[in-house]
């Protein structure tokens, strides 16, 4: 149950080092301690911001993606790594909850993942982008069900979701079950154009209401001269431009403190929790405004593994075949 309590959450805006990966965590590093310093509990960052969300791919065609990819497999993280136990020992000593965007490597292919690490350094979830959006799907593979779950964290009740996933009702609806208070949400920033950020804006506060939850917000942002690095062409450029919204949004879909649409900074802010049942008590979309025996999400949170074994009957035990004699 939601207590009487205040969170201060933190959403970050800041460019990635689109040269190394080591470079963008120690940007990473930095803020956490900047907004540890603020008394932050909660801290998001902008999506897949480990090493760098891949920008090219949006503005470059599949035959010339080729040499970007391969850095981007070079660069990724692989979990558990130096990088995230850096990550963990960061949230550790200062007692925050950290929600962090990567490209996660797992063999042979890349995942858009959300990494939430709870206020005493534990990995408390590990989750994947269901459906990779358009241009995405070049880069990443599918995540599954498992992740899409809600998990107790020093600050509360937290669940993730990235980018378009917002646009998936059923996955919304499945934390939204599992009565999330704190919803972390991430978008790549610097992308699409001005529209981007506008749409953002009403999704996030729109899943704010509907949810009856806070809702934690961070886009990323680039620089010219990294806009320039990614294709020269002025005209393709206007596709790495504008499209950030870096908010924090209250169960009442409003919002918090002004929103970030340019340039690098962390929006800092206190959610009053007691605001969750204060909207809940008006509309609980998964309790009393819910009508299960009409509409009822079946959600199939098993993880999908590519291979399962079964035990051929040579490698049953003696023990075992006694027991079932």
């Not at 009393?288 to 025996?293: D, L, S, V």
């Not at 098993?302 to 035990?317: F, G």
Request: hydrophobic share 40%; glycine share 8%; with cysteine.
């Amino acid at each position: 149950m939601t207590q009487d309590r205040i969170i201060r959450a933190a959403a970050v805006q800041i460019a990635p080092d689109l040269t190394s990966r080591a470079g963008t965590v120690e940007r990473v590093l930095n803020a956490i301690a900047e907004a540890a310093d603020k008394g932050a509990q909660l801290i998001v960052f902008p999506e897949t911001f480990v090493p760098w969300y891949p920008y090219f791919s949006f503005v470059l065609p599949p035959v010339q993606q080729g040499p970007e990819h391969l850095r981007l497999y070079d660069e990724a993280v692989t979990v558990p790594s130096t990088e995230t136990r850096a990550v963990a020992d960061a949230a550790r000593k200062r007692g925050v909850v950290i929600v962090l965007g990567v490209n996660e490597r797992d063999h042979g292919s890349l995942y858009n993942t959300q990494l939430v690490f709870d206020a005493d350094g534990s990995l408390k979830l590990k989750r994947r982008k269901i459906t990779p959006t358009y241009h995405e799907r070049m880069i990443w593979g599918q995540g599954d069900g498992a992740g899409l779950k809600v998990v107790e964290t020093a600050v509360g009740r937290l669940g993730a979701l990235a980018c378009w996933e917002h646009y998936n009702p059923l996955a919304r609806y499945a934390l939204m079950a599992q009565h999330e208070e704190i919803h972390a949400a991430h978008f790549p920033g610097s992308l699409v154009g001005p529209i981007f950020g506008e749409q953002i804006e009403v999704t996030m506060r729109h899943h704010a209401l509907e949810a009856g939850c806070f809702v934690v917000n961070a886009t990323g942002w680039l620089k010219e001269a990294q806009i320039a690095s990614i294709h020269p062409d002025p005209k393709l450029q206007k596709g790495l431009r504008d499209g950030c919204m870096t908010c924090i949004i209250t169960p009442e879909g409003r919002h918090a403190v002004p929103p970030l649409t340019e340039g690098e900074g962390i929006l800092i802010a206190d959610l009053d929790m007691r605001l969750i049942t204060k909207r809940k008590r008006m509309m609980d979309s998964v309790g009393h405004y819910a009508r299960p025996e009409l509409l009822r999400l079946l959600h199939d949170a098993r993880p999908a593994m590519a291979m399962q074994q079964v035990a051929s009957p040579q490698e049953t035990s003696p023990d075992t075949e006694a027991q079932d004699a």
